[in-house]
């Protein structure tokens, strides 16, 4: 068998032990590295060289949940927030009618399954943006460029999320949403150059745009999934009892 042929044997492989693959490592470093040539082949409708962005953002998403169960997944942050006002626990458990650890079980087991498709399902709504920079591009081309950047700023928020639970700094979150938008900005300034603008001061100010409206959708669905995820909790400790 051709090297050739072993390493694409080793490619399927480990696509269907763990849903990734050569390209896909080799799209998550070019994402990084060289972020404008991923850019114009996702421009160009070339789907050989990468792997379709949403699928990399989707694991990111759901790596980003595991690395959350390093400080107890998002029912641990829910309480660990929580801890924070003296006041606020006791007033959380005389709503919902049951204790906190329970609530934020419920919680976190909802926020968990929603998370990928609440807030990605709202941030996707900034391929409309694209479209609007490049009227030329195909909806999968804008798709494509979307999630290209938001794997870039998913990146990003990944580590951040790794030294937080390594360091037990809960106080980093406060920042990661700052953090974040410069990460979809910087990401679409180094990649959109010639393909989502032509000029540099143009790619800065649609970048500015880009990182303001999707920080906007990421809230909006941050506050759809709080809520959801309180709904489903309160649901689970009276509707049982019930």
């Given at each position: 068998m051709?090297?050739?042929?072993?390493?694409?044997?080793?490619?399927?492989?480990?696509?269907?032990?763990?849903?990734?693959?050569?390209?896909?490592?080799?799209?998550?470093?070019?994402?990084?590295?060289?972020p404008n040539v991923v850019f114009g082949s996702y421009a160009a409708n070339d789907r050989v060289t990468y792997t379709p962005a949403v699928r990399l953002f989707v694991g990111l998403i759901a790596l980003q949940v595991f690395v959350s169960f390093l400080w107890g997944g998002y029912a641990g942050l829910l309480i660990s927030q929580w801890e924070t006002q003296p006041d606020i626990i006791p007033q959380m458990e005389a709503?919902?009618?049951?204790?906190?650890?329970?609530?934020?079980?419920?919680?976190?087991?909802?926020?968990?399954?929603?998370?990928?498709?609440?807030?990605?399902?709202?941030?996707?709504?900034?391929?409309?943006?694209?479209?609007?920079?490049?009227?030329?591009?195909?909806?999968?081309?804008?798709?494509?460029?979307?999630?290209?950047?938001?794997?870039?700023?998913?990146?990003?928020?990944?580590?951040?999320?790794?030294?937080?639970?390594?360091?037990?700094?809960?106080?980093?979150?406060?920042?990661?949403?700052?953090?974040?938008?410069?990460?979809?900005?910087?990401?679409?300034?180094?990649?959109?150059?010639?393909?989502?603008?032509?000029t540099l001061t143009g790619t800065m100010l649609k970048g500015g745009l880009f990182a303001s409206v999707t920080m906007i959708y990421v809230f909006i669905g941050g506050v759809v999934m709080a809520l959801t995820g309180l709904g489903y909790a309160y649901y689970m400790v009276n509707g049982s009892a019930g």
């Amino acid at each position: 068998m051709q090297p050739s042929g072993k390493r694409e044997e080793i490619d399927y492989t480990l696509e269907d032990a763990f849903g990734v693959n050569f390209r896909a490592l080799k799209t998550l470093k070019d994402i990084v590295i060289r972020p404008n040539v991923v850019f114009g082949s996702y421009a160009a409708n070339d789907r050989v060289t990468y792997t379709p962005a949403v699928r990399l953002f989707v694991g990111l998403i759901a790596l980003q949940v595991f690395v959350s169960f390093l400080w107890g997944g998002y029912a641990g942050l829910l309480i660990s927030q929580w801890e924070t006002q003296p006041d606020i626990i006791p007033q959380m458990e005389a709503l919902f009618n049951g204790p906190i650890t329970e609530v934020a079980e419920h919680y976190g087991n909802a926020a968990t399954f929603l998370h990928a498709i609440v807030v990605g399902g709202f941030t996707a709504l900034s391929a409309f943006l694209i479209g609007a920079f490049n009227k030329s591009l195909s909806w999968v081309a804008r798709v494509n460029l979307t999630f290209a950047i938001l794997t870039g700023g998913t990146i990003v928020g990944l580590l951040g999320m790794i030294v937080a639970a390594l360091t037990s700094d809960i106080a980093l979150f406060n920042w990661m949403p700052l953090i974040v938008f410069l990460s979809y900005w910087i990401f679409f300034v180094r990649g959109g150059r010639g393909v989502l603008a032509t000029t540099l001061t143009g790619t800065m100010l649609k970048g500015g745009l880009f990182a303001s409206v999707t920080m906007i959708y990421v809230f909006i669905g941050g506050v759809v999934m709080a809520l959801t995820g309180l709904g489903y909790a309160y649901y689970m400790v009276n509707g049982s009892a019930g």
